[in-house]
């Protein structure tokens, strides 16, 4: 099982450009999430996808959407980059089991540079 | 909205030496996660804490819920330098279904 997968793993855009990071999960996952990592912030939620079809906001969604494509694929997307928006991005997934508990299992970044 | 602070942002251990880094929440958890992401790496799971005043050991890491589930904290032994990294804490509220909310870290740095 190669578990949670994204590509690019670097990026560099200009102001103003587009593109969408995607991600990818084998584990049967129902949920997916999307983060961003800056220094001294921890990880803060950008959209999650609770199952197939459903996605929502999170912590900081502006300036980004998401698509659940199906159940293994979660992509996000920055129509329209920004300075900002340089940061770390991490994939996770995770599957509810019984008592509440759950585990989530994060891709590998994607470093993204925005000039 | 739901705050996880953590603290220390950054701890320097001399090898051999013992440490804690303590998780507070604003609000009452459902569970609270630990997870450890290598420098250049990313988040990996290492433990998950459900039931008040739980605790929890993994070799030399021990892990602690409060008694009112609003803190952790995690407590490392004789320090190696396999330990260095960044020690996230993630919490969940019953509201919050999959959604944590992480502490901002705690990064280790090892003195041999």
Redesign the interface.
């Known amino acids: 099982n190669a578990g949670v997968t994204q590509t690019p793993k670097f990026q560099v855009l200009k102001t103003g450009q587009s593109m969408t990071l995607q991600c990818a999960q084998d584990m049967n996952h129902n949920?997916m999430?999307w983060?961003r990592q800056d220094p001294?912030?921890?990880?803060?939620?950008i959209y999650?996808s609770?199952s197939e079809g459903t996605t929502d906001k999170?912590e900081v969604p502006n300036g980004y959407n998401v698509s659940r494509l199906n159940k293994r694929e979660f992509s996000l997307r920055l129509e329209s980059a920004a300075p900002s928006q340089t940061s770390v991005y991490?994939c996770a997934s995770?599957s509810?089991l019984a008592?509440?508990?759950?585990?989530?299992?994060?891709?590998?970044?994607t470093r993204l540079l925005v000039l | 909205g739901q705050q996880v602070m953590?603290i220390p942002?950054y701890q320097h251990v001399q090898e051999g030496e013992d440490f804690t880094t303590y998780c507070n929440s604003s609000t009452t958890l459902?569970?609270i996660?630990w997870y450890k992401q290598r420098p250049g790496?990313?988040?990996?799971?290492l433990i998950?804490l459900?039931k008040s005043g739980e605790v929890k050991k993994q070799k030399r890491l021990t892990f602690q819920f409060g008694e009112a589930k609003k803190n952790s904290s995690l407590h490392i032994t004789a320090t190696q330098t396999t330990d260095v990294g960044t020690y996230?804490c993630?919490g969940?509220t019953t509201d919050s279904?999959?959604?944590?909310q992480?502490?901002?870290?705690t990064q280790v740095v090892v003195t041999p």
């Open positions: 949920s999430y983060y001294g912030m921890g990880l803060r939620l999650y609770a999170g991490f995770s509810r008592g509440g508990r759950e585990t989530q299992y994060f891709g590998p970044g | 953590q942002q459902s569970n996660q790496g990313h988040p990996v799971f998950q459900v996230f993630a969940l279904w999959g959604k944590l992480f502490g901002a870290g």
